[in-house]
Antibody, heavy 123, light 110 residues
Framework: QLQLQESGPGLVKPSETLSLTCSVS??????????WGWIRQPPGKGLEWIGS???????YYNPSLKSRVSISGDTSKNQFSLRLSSVTAADTAVYYC???????????????WGQGTLVTVSS | QSALTQPASVSGSPGQSITISCTGT?????????VSWYQQHPGKAPKLMIY???NRPSGISNRFSGSKSGNTASLTISGLQAEDEANYYC??????????FGGGTKLTVL
């Protein structure tokens, strides 16, 4: 059974870089045709897609965050990571990782999701 | 691109049916059949309920159904149960290769 688990600091200072890792178990991130994505949810608000990565390194980012976002993968550890630079209080959110059916069947759905991790931006 | 438009809240009594709308544009909902629906209970991660407008993943009750007409997609829940009370989000692929989510709808089972 595929499981995803986010990890990383729960508190980041303004102007610094947020870094999170998603560890995948039960399947390989090199499996096709899956992408692997990050989605966030500010407290009490809706979902926002951040970006997704294919194991080859191909990435797609939300244009609203593109200048600050980088997603990378580590196939040897079966993990993928998110970096978001120059954070402000507006980046405070629960960050989820998920398998992204980008191609083929179930196109552009996310399933399953990790449990999420709250990242607070504050000095 | 702006988020897809969903009603902030809907409600229904047990056993009734409700429909949640998700309105986009010709560049997202209206352009493809790639609309998904997610259920999120408080404090939990979202759960995929519908993909590609009408399809249910294995294990999802057939009380949940999806449809689309033009730029608006809809999620219908029939035979409402107390456990259906949750927030529901739609999402769509877009012509610019990004994923847009709706603002979410809070379903209250009276």
């Amino acid at each position: 059974q595929l499981q995803l688990q986010e990890s990383g600091p729960g508190l980041v200072k303004p102007s610094e870089t947020l870094s999170l890792t998603c560890s995948v178990s039960g399947d390989s991130i090199t499996g096709t045709p899956y992408y692997w994505g990050w989605i966030r949810q500010p407290p009490g608000k809706g979902l926002e897609w951040i970006g997704s990565i294919y194991y080859t390194g191909t990435t797609y980012y939300n244009p609203s965050l593109k200048s600050r976002v980088s997603i990378s993968g580590d196939t040897s550890k079966n993990q993928f990571s998110l970096r978001l630079s120059s954070v402000t209080a507006a980046d405070t959110a629960v960050y989820y990782c998920a398998r992204h059916y980008r191609l083929g069947s179930r196109a552009d759905s996310f399933d399953p999701w990790g449990q999420g991790t709250l990242v607070t931006v504050s000095s | 691109q702006s988020a897809l438009t969903q009603p902030a809240s809907v409600s229904g009594s047990p056993g009734q049916s409700i429909t949640i709308s998700c309105t986009g544009t010709r560049s997202d909902v209206g352009a493809y059949k790639y609309v998904s629906w997610y259920q999120q209970h408080p404090g939990k991660a979202p759960k995929l309920m519908i993909y590609e407008v009408t399809n249910r993943p294995s294990g999802i009750s057939n009380r949940f159904s999806g449809s689309k007409s033009g730029n608006t997609a809809s999620l219908t829940i029939s035979g409402l149960q107390a456990e259906d009370e949750a927030n529901y989000y739609c999402s769509s692929y877009t012509t610019t290769s990004i994923v847009l989510f709706g603002g979410g709808t809070k379903l209250t089972v009276l």
